[in-house]
């Protein structure tokens, strides 16, 4: 299902040498819940160049933005009795996961849902937000084609899909095409996890690619392989033979010492660019769990410390754009004179 709409002028993206992008991580999520239309809307009113859906498939084949396809934390399907009975269990990537699963309904079916905040404890203020609904992908484009953004959306757990027999690649290539958006110039970078699925997307598109990379273990879909191994630099050449970049999980460009305390960066991000490669980083948010320890603010995890010095770090080191939670405070960072 896509929003008929006339495509408007591809909005310019920043290139490599040009001022960092801010990518909405979840839309505005420090301030709403994630990946509902009220988080892109705010991400957009504070100035991010993109805004971030994570897909998931319903079984009808329609995507929707969603950070995992389980999705009792993130909706009240819980409270739902006439749902009950769709309570599973599945293996998802390796991992056995319980709970509600898009896969198992309807588009119809989730609209009726309504999202939740997935960490009210650490975000009270976001649970006020309660009737927000679930968003289709045609809806989180034609929303960023109105306002003159990029969109970045995250395959989940694409290998997964497949095997179900909901591919997700062809639908999200078909609904970027219908907004108009086909092209390396367009403001569209598609991420994954995985490689095989970005290795058949660069087959499929001309839209950039982003090879995501965490700190800890590997590819879903290639047991055996290491990010560690891909972060070498004959690794970030193969990973330019298919991508425009890599999200890096932050720390593995300024680490970590065993106090929590940030550390001299490292070579990831000359050795990216070398191999022509861009770099943007995830996830900066503000609450003093998430930063190194000499950023903190007081004791409490959930109190904000000093985000702007953490992004200042990140942008000291050369980054060519950062994911946050909190859009706002990255776009200041990115504009202070460097």
Do not use: C
């Not at 805004?51 to 009240?76: C, F, Q, W, Y």
């Not at 050449?237 to 991508?243: L, N, S, T």
């Amino acid at each position: 299902m896509t929003a008929s709409l006339t495509p408007a002028a591809a909005a310019p993206v920043p290139a490599a040498s040009a001022r960092p992008v801010v990518i909405a991580h979840r839309g505005a999520s420090g301030e709403r819940p994630e990946h509902t239309l009220a988080a892109y809307e705010r991400a957009i009113e504070q100035g991010a160049d993109f805004i971030e859906p994570d897909l998931v498939m319903t079984k009808d084949g329609v995507l929707v933005a969603r950070h995992e396809n389980e999705i009792s934390g993130t909706t009240d399907v819980a409270e739902r009795p006439e749902f009950a009975a769709r309570r599973t269990t599945r293996l998802i990537d390796g991992v056995e996961m319980s709970g509600w699963f898009t896969e198992d309904f309807s588009l119809a079916e989730l609209k009726t849902l309504k999202a939740r905040e997935r960490l009210p404890r650490l975000r009270p203020g976001n649970t006020a937000f309660a009737d927000e609904r679930i968003p289709t992908f045609a809806e989180v484009v034609a929303l960023a084609r109105k306002h003159g953004v990029g969109v970045y959306p995250e395959t989940k757990h694409p290998s997964y899909f497949r095997g179900i027999g909901l591919p997700l690649e062809a639908a999200m290539l078909k609904v970027l095409a219908d907004h108009g958006w086909t092209r390396a110039a367009d403001p569209v970078f598609i991420q994954s996890f995985e490689v095989e699925n970005l290795k058949m997307l660069k087959g499929m598109t001309a839209l950039r690619l982003v090879q995501l990379v965490a700190g800890a273990g590997g590819p879903p879909d290639r047991p055996g392989t290491a990010y560690a191994d891909m972060l070498t630099p004959a690794g970030l050449k193969e990973i330019a033979g298919y991508a425009a970049g890599i999200g890096p999980e932050k720390t593995l460009v300024v680490p970590r010492d065993a106090a929590g305390r940030s550390l001299p960066p490292t070579r990831l991000v000359a050795d990216a660019h070398a191999a022509g490669l861009v770099v943007h980083p995830w996830t900066f948010r503000a609450e003093n769990m998430f930063l190194p320890a000499e950023l903190r603010s007081g004791a409490a995890g959930e109190a904000h410390g000093r985000l702007a010095e953490e992004l200042a770090q990140f942008l000291a080191a050369g980054v060519d754009g950062l994911f946050s939670d909190y859009p706002a405070a990255a776009v200041t960072a990115v504009r202070q004179p460097r």
